[in-house]
């Protein structure tokens, strides 16, 4: 089973037993706790494919936390021209290494 989720603002593709690194919540993670999601943007089963609008409805991923990590360093440069001014500012995001433990669809109806 394959799906589409959304965390952070982004979209990962998952599978069962994947391990995805996906934006830190702002409440925090820590390592073994259990994540229920229904952004569940897309999912594939069995060949069939539903696309939600959305999202799919009764469609939900199951993450268990592995840890915190931090991105590499992005670098930004900033300076005006001929004014003497320069800054060079980096940032490295936060990010929660998951694993997909299950992926669900519930048949309603």
Known sequence: MTAVIRAGGKQYR??????????LPHKGLAAGEKVTTEEVLLIETDG????GTPRVAGARAVLEV???IRAPKVVAFRYKRRKGY??????RQRLARVRV?????????
């Open 14 to 23: 998952a599978e069962e037993g994947a391990i995805l690194e996906i934006e």
């Open 48 to 51: 069939e494919t539903q696309v």
């Open 66 to 68: 592995l840890g915190e």
């Open 86 to 91: 320069h800054r060079t500012v980096g940032h």
């Open 101 to 109: 433990v299950e992926i669900a669809l519930d048949k309603k109806g």
